[in-house]
């Protein structure tokens, strides 16, 4: 019921009138029962705009942070989070990213939407990067379908560091259900978890047109804040 509350008389009204959201394949979305909606990952704004469009509960599994900060503005954080129907999960791997799967999995069980970034982060740079396997097992074992969503500009509303939105219009471009059911009974195989990945970022590069780099986006980030070494000489 909070969810509700917030989201069609609180924020949907003003993001709809501020930014104007341009939306394509509406009608992809089941109305009922559950589905996973597999999107590209620009700004943490992401996780707002998507549910706004969408008729239906959107849950979104978020680093666990986001529940755990202290002081009145973890509060303020942990409410906002929880009223936009965001999912604490660990990323730290191992049990507690099985954890996560299982969290997962009882959404797409009750007949719920679950919203997920295969590429496990923002993109550092506007491109479309490599995708985590965690979306292809939870696909076949929840035998669910899988919706690919492209988020269009919503790197230039919040870029990455920015506390404050910029006022401009953004996109989203949904596609088709994509059908893995010839997978079935193979979610340990990790050839065919690969496969399933590589094709749903394909789909995502064809819907939203992104440059995409065959590399994971946590390494790209790893990589640009890591101390740069100068050389000593004798």
Same mark, same amino acid.
């Given at each position: 019921?909070?969810?509700?509350?917030?989201?069609?008389?609180?924020?949907?009204?003003?993001?709809?009138?501020?930014? &104007?959201?341009? /939306?394509?394949?509406?009608?992809?979305?089941?109305?009922?029962?559950?589905?996973?909606?597999? !999107?590209?990952?620009? !700004?943490?704004?992401?996780? /707002?705009?998507?549910?706004?469009?969408? $008729?239906?509960?959107?849950?979104?599994?978020?680093?666990?942070?986001?529940?755990?900060?202290?002081?009145?503005?973890?509060?303020?954080?942990?409410?906002?989070?929880?009223?936009?129907?965001?999912?604490?999960?660990?990323?730290?791997?191992?049990?507690?990213?099985?954890?996560?799967?299982?969290?997962?999995?009882?959404?797409?069980?009750?007949?719920?939407?679950?919203?997920?970034?295969?590429?496990?982060?923002? !993109?550092?740079?506007?491109?479309?990067? &490599?995708?985590?396997?965690?979306?292809? &097992?939870?696909?076949?074992?929840?035998?669910?379908?899988?919706?690919?969503?492209?988020?269009?500009?919503?790197?230039?509303?919040?870029?990455?560091? !920015?506390?404050?939105?910029?006022?401009?219009?953004?996109?989203?471009?949904?596609?088709?259900?994509?059908?893995?059911?010839?997978?079935?009974?193979?979610?340990? $195989?990790?050839?065919?978890?690969?496969?399933?990945?590589?094709?749903?970022?394909?789909?995502?590069?064809?819907?939203?047109?992104?440059?995409?780099?065959?590399?994971?986006?946590?390494?790209?980030?790893?990589?640009?804040?890591?101390?740069?070494?100068?050389?000593?000489?004798?």
């Amino acid at each position: 019921m909070f969810y509700f509350l917030a989201k069609y008389l609180l924020i949907a009204p003003v993001l709809k009138t501020l930014f &104007r959201p341009w /939306v394509i394949g509406l009608e992809n979305i089941p109305a009922k029962g559950g589905a996973i909606l597999a !999107s590209n990952h620009l !700004s943490f704004s992401d996780s /707002v705009f998507l549910p706004v469009i969408v $008729d239906r509960q959107v849950s979104f599994l978020a680093k666990s942070e986001y529940f755990t900060g202290k002081g009145i503005k973890g509060f303020f954080v942990k409410l906002f989070f929880t009223a936009s129907g965001q999912l604490p999960i660990d990323r730290a791997g191992g049990k507690a990213s099985e954890a996560s799967l299982n969290t997962g999995l009882r959404v797409l069980a009750r007949g719920d939407l679950l919203g997920i970034y295969p590429e496990g982060t923002r !993109s550092p740079d506007a491109k479309l990067y &490599r995708g985590r396997t965690g979306v292809a &097992r939870m696909v076949l074992e929840a035998h669910v379908p899988i919706i690919p969503v492209a988020m269009i500009d919503t790197e230039k509303v919040m870029p990455i560091g !920015s506390k404050i939105p910029k006022i401009r219009r953004i996109g989203i471009v949904i596609g088709e259900p994509l059908d893995f059911s010839r997978f079935e009974g193979l979610e340990s $195989d990790r050839f065919i978890l690969r496969s399933v990945t590589d094709e749903i970022m394909y789909e995502l590069h064809r819907l939203g047109g992104q440059e995409y780099a065959d590399v994971y986006a946590t390494s790209v980030k790893e990589k640009r804040t890591r101390p740069v070494r100068t050389a000593t000489t004798k």
